[in-house]
């Protein structure tokens, strides 16, 4: 599969978290996160198979957080893509730096990565 879609799923994997917590709303929410950066790919994955992807957050900061995010072939111990996004948060009219909300930054804690 093309590398993009290893992009794509990245992002999903952290935005559904965020959603199925009911901290992020991508539609209405006062706030968005900006993808700024991201990372590696160690082996191909291929269509069909599924895949499962594993996220931790490795920094929480005032308005931003790092995320790793590790895709694995289902069922499989091999990490086959391993990336990681900084979130920046901003305000959604403005586009200036926001402190993260406090709602985030109440479930970010269970996905923190150990030191």
């Known amino acids: ?14 935005k559904a978290h965020l959603i199925e917590q009911g901290v992020l709303d991508i539609h209405t929410g006062e706030t968005i996160g ?14 069909p198979q599924t895949v499962d992807a594993g996220i931790r957050v490795a ?4 308005s931003c957080v790092r ?5 694995f072939a289902q069922g499989e111990a091999l990490c086959v ?8 948060y901003v305000g959604s ?10 709602q985030l930054r109440a ?9």
């Open 107 to 115: 479930v970010l804690p269970a996905l923190v990565a150990a030191a």
């Open 81 to 88: 893509a391993a990336g990681h996004f900084i979130h920046a």
């Open 93 to 102: 009219a403005t586009r200036r730096p926001v402190q993260a909300p406090g």
């Open 59 to 62: 920094r929480l900061g005032g």
């Open 34 to 47: 900006l993808v700024i950066q991201t990372q590696n790919y160690f082996a191909p994955l291929a269509f």
């Open 1 to 14: 599969m093309n590398n993009a879609v290893d992009y794509s799923w990245f992002d999903t994997a952290v």
């Open 67 to 71: 995320y790793e995010v590790g895709l």
